[in-house]
């Protein structure tokens, strides 16, 4: 095949990965603005979008995989390829980690702890910065900013203490917080994963610039 059809091929991946990464980071967003704000709407908004998230990323898994079969590519083309199927896998996640918690919002019918919820707020925005940093930096091919925003995950994780032990206090004041506590810390649970997923991505970019994956070498403590 032309190595210009193979571009073009690669330039239309590239720009359909950005449009799932949009409509993800929207996703997380709006599922988080629900949580604050009460709003029932908004996740059940939320819910049915990540409908349209399923189909988007099985949509691009189909074309990446005709793109490999019939265009035969070889070495960066064939890593961003694979990548980008990790990676449509990846945001999938992060959607289904967004309806979770617009799950736990309906389910709960409103948290109202202005609180915790700031906090799990920020968790969402950070998350969502980073998810939109990491789809940049693996389209544009940037290790050095993928690093970066791997290491951003401590913020996340800090965050999440911080919730957690605002979320055990309340339970302290008054146990008839408990079911309340529950829906929100099962929603943080699904910020803190949606920005491990994030990492992932960052790893992949990583991957795609480098050739190898620079944990690879690291011994897991068991």
């Known amino acids: ?64 995989i005709t793109v490999i079969a019939t265009q035969s590519p070889l070495t960066r083309d064939l890593r961003f ?15 289904d980690y967004a309806k979770a918690i617009a799950s736990a919002n309906l389910l709960s019918g409103g948290v109202s702890m202005p609180g915790p919820l700031v906090i799990a707020y920020k968790m969402g925005l950070k998350g969502a910065d980073m ?19 791997i290491y951003e995950d401590d913020i996340v994780d800090a965050l999440y203490t911080q919730l957690y032990n605002a979320c055990i206090n309340r339970v302290i004041e008054d146990p008839r917080n408990t079911d309340r506590i529950n829906y929100l810390l099962w929603a943080a649970h699904n910020l803190e994963r949606s920005a491990d997923r994030v990492t992932n991505i960052c790893e992949r970019a990583i991957y795609v610039k480098t050739g190898f994956f620079e944990y690879e070498n690291q011994i897991p403590q068991l």
């Open 131 to 149: 998810l939109h940093r990491a789809m940049t930096a693996f389209i544009e091919g940037n290790a050095d900013a993928a690093r970066k925003i």
């Open 81 to 95: 390829l694979a990548s980008a199927m990790n990676i449509c896998t990846e945001l999938e996640r992060i959607g």
């Open 1 to 64: 095949m032309p190595r210009l059809t193979l571009d073009q091929e690669l330039q239309n991946i590239s720009d359909d990965m950005l449009i799932l990464g949009s409509m993800v980071e929207q996703a997380l967003v709006a599922s988080v603005q629900a949580l604050k704000e009460n709003d029932m709407d908004k996740s059940r908004f939320v819910q049915e979008g990540d409908k349209r998230i399923n189909f988007k990323r099985y949509q691009m898994e189909g074309d990446i």
